[in-house]
């Protein structure tokens, strides 16, 4: 069983920055698997925003390039999305996700909102 907790999602307003968290437990980091960040906004599907291999490469969904970074630190099994002149665009719940062992993991998400 994989556990994957959120953090680090409020209320920002735009061009703030703000830096998510996803600690996973047990030891699936060193698996060699691909932690996923995604993001739903109210009335929208969920939609992949970067993803991140065990050797560090990294895709991003093109409405956040440049301005999200995606990055993990396997000794703490952690997943990070910085997140960097942030536009009301960005406002949903972000949840971090992975696939193990063929079965695929969410947590519980974080809200994420961009306003003034």
């Known amino acids: 069983q994989v556990q994957l907790v959120e953090s680090g999602g409020g209320l920002v307003q735009p061009g703030g920055s703000l830096r998510l968290s996803c600690a996973a437990s047990g030891s699936i980091f060193s698996r060699n698997v691909i932690m996923r960040w995604y993001r739903q906004a109210p009335g929208k599907q969920r939609d992949l925003v970067a993803a991140i291999t065990s050797s560090g490469d990294t895709v991003y969904a093109d409405s956040v390039k440049g301005r999200f970074t995606i990055s993990r630190d396997d000794a703490k099994n952690t997943v990070y999305l910085q997140m960097n002149s942030l536009k009301p665009e960005d406002t949903a719940v972000y949840f971090c996700?992975?696939?193990?062992?063929?079965?695929?993991?969410w947590g519980q998400g974080t809200q994420v909102t961009v306003s003034s």
């Open positions: 996700q992975t696939r193990f062992q063929l079965v695929t993991y």
